[in-house]
T-cell receptor
Framework: EAGVAQSPRYKIIEKRQSVAFWCNPI?????LYWYQQILGQGPKLLIQ????????DSQLPKDRFSAERLKGVDSTLKIQPAKLEDSAVYLC??????????????FGPGTRLTVL | GQNIDQPTEMTATEGAIVQINCTYQ??????LFWYQQHAGEAPTFLSY????GLEEKGRFSSFLSRSKGYSYLLLKELQMKDSASYLC????????FGGGTRLMVKP
């Protein structure tokens, strides 16, 4: 069974530029999550989708971050414009159960973003 | 609010046993997870506890006391490859992670 796929793996941009990350979850997984992990810290949930609907985006900085999951499968996370403090690893995860309370979350390899 | 505490770093010797503690204060509780994360890699699932007691899985065991807001991860027969960060995460309506414990296993 293929795992969670993410691209790109690495991205370097200058502040005020825009960037987008892509995630393809495990086949059949209804729930998809985006996390931000700053170096030396645990992952912090940014947004949770169940199919193509948003379940929780309370910790998403909506003035600059946006995410979508239009067909209920893959998802994109965008930052526009980027700030220095956005430098982090962006992890995508998915879980099988439609409740969103879900069972185990499986993580992709992440995208390491550096903002200069 | 959510508050999850675990030690920042621990060091242990190959072949030994190490216990990584996690204490939590959360508004709700629907299970506690432990994940392993090697440097530069994604977190991988280790264990899940929702009822009090010990769950054993090979060299790894995890314990939960809901009344005390406490869990630990026990690693036996340590190997060099166990050097990683170990993340405690509590689920209520979402999964909240602690800062992680970086474990260094020395020969």
């Amino acid at each position: 069974e293929a795992g969670v796929a993410q691209s790109p793996r690495y991205k370097i941009i200058e502040k005020r530029q825009s960037v987008a990350f892509w995630c393809n979850p495990i086949s059949g997984h209804a729930t998809l999550y985006w996390y931000q992990q700053i170096l030396g810290q645990g992952p912090k949930l940014l947004i949770q989708f169940q199919n193509n609907g948003v379940v929780d985006d309370s910790q998403l900085p909506k003035d600059r971050f946006s995410a979508e999951r239009l067909k209920g499968v893959d998802s994109t996370l965008k930052i526009q414009p980027a700030k220095l403090e956005d430098s982090a690893v962006y992890l995508c995860a998915s879980s099988a159960q439609t409740s969103g309370w879900g069972d185990t979350q499986y993580f992709g390899p992440g995208t390491r973003l550096t903002v200069l | 609010g959510q508050n999850i505490d675990q030690p920042t770093e621990m060091t242990a010797t190959e072949g030994a046993i190490v216990q990584i503690n996690c204490t939590y204060q959360t508004s709700g509780f629907n299970g506690l997870f432990w994940y392993q994360q090697h440097a530069g890699e994604a977190p991988t699932f280790l264990s899940y506890n929702v009822l009090d007691g010990l769950e054993e899985k090979g060299r790894f065991s995890s314990f939960l006391s809901r009344s005390k807001g406490y869990s630990y991860l026990l690693l036996k027969e340590l190997q060099m490859k166990d050097s990683a960060s170990y993340l405690c995460a509590v689920r209520d309506h979402m999964l909240t992670f602690g800062g992680g414990t970086r474990l260094m296993v020395k020969p």
